[in-house]
């Protein structure tokens, strides 16, 4: 995660917004990574197979964003590591360089090959892109405290609402005008919206204590295989009592 100093900005509606410190995981939530929150029992593969550029499940987009998640199956994420989703005014503050207020999060210079997205001077050429990334593939376009794919990649889900809907920002590698991945751009979507073009990543507030998902995987792969060398030991046990009594029975019958 990287520490994003607090500050104040304005927002596009002209109010003026206080952000406190906070920590932004450097990435996007991975496929992999959200595997490992499904291998654990928290989260849910229902519904990740949304479309065929989907992520979760395919071998060789372990390293993309994963995408076609709801809010709740990202807020469930976020607390299994006891982070949370970001407000969309923390986000904001993180996408446009905190007091720097550029436009996007390397500068104002429009996107070209700075992120995964389909528009004008992307590396495939406008209209040509057909899917994701692999996250912090385009190191040119973080922000200034390390942040990637903050323009590009996956829209992100936040922990802000606007009625019923919840708020999404960033651009993502399906947008074909700077515009959608501008710092300020926000979108929205219903909480339970499953699209192939968004994700999310999470947050903290200083000093929150959260799950190394990493230690956490290597615990249960010592578990199981603790349980495999157990119910084995098990079987070889019952399976010479089985043994016994065929000899017993033998030794009867002559």
Not at 80 to 102: F, Q, V
Request: aromatic share 8%; glycine share 12%.
């Amino acid at each position: 995660m990287r520490w994003i100093e607090g500050g104040r900005f304005v927002r596009n509606d002209r109010v003026v917004v206080t952000v406190a410190p906070f920590c932004l995981d450097a990435t996007e939530v991975t496929a992999a990574a959200y595997a490992d929150c499904v291998d654990n029992g928290t989260c849910s593969a229902e519904g990740l197979d949304c479309s065929p550029r989907a992520t979760y499940g395919v071998r060789e987009r372990a390293r993309h964003p994963v995408n076609c998640v709801t809010w709740f199956d990202a807020d469930a994420f976020c607390r299994d590591l006891g982070k949370r989703l970001p407000s969309e005014e923390e986000w904001e503050w993180a996408a446009r360089g905190r007091d720097r207020g550029t436009a996007f999060p390397w500068g104002d210079l429009p996107p070209g090959d700075r992120a995964c997205w389909d528009g004008e001077g992307n590396a495939l050429g406008r209209g040509e892109r057909a899917g994701t990334c692999p996250v912090a593939s385009f190191p040119a376009g973080d922000s200034p405290g390390g942040v990637s794919d903050l323009a590009g990649g996956v829209r992100e889900w936040t922990a802000s609402a606007e009625g019923k809907s919840r708020i999404v920002r960033g651009g993502s590698w399906g947008d074909t005008e700077p515009a959608f991945l501008s710092s300020s751009f926000r979108g929205m979507n219903g909480p339970e919206d499953r699209l192939e073009l968004t994700g999310f990543r999470c947050a903290t507030p200083p000093g929150a204590k959260v799950v190394d998902p990493a230690a956490r995987a290597a615990v249960r792969a010592r578990d199981r295989e603790r349980e495999r060398v157990e119910a084995a030991r098990r079987a070889k046990s019952q399976g010479a009592v089985d043994l016994s009594g065929v000899r017993i029975i033998r030794d009867q019958e002559e």
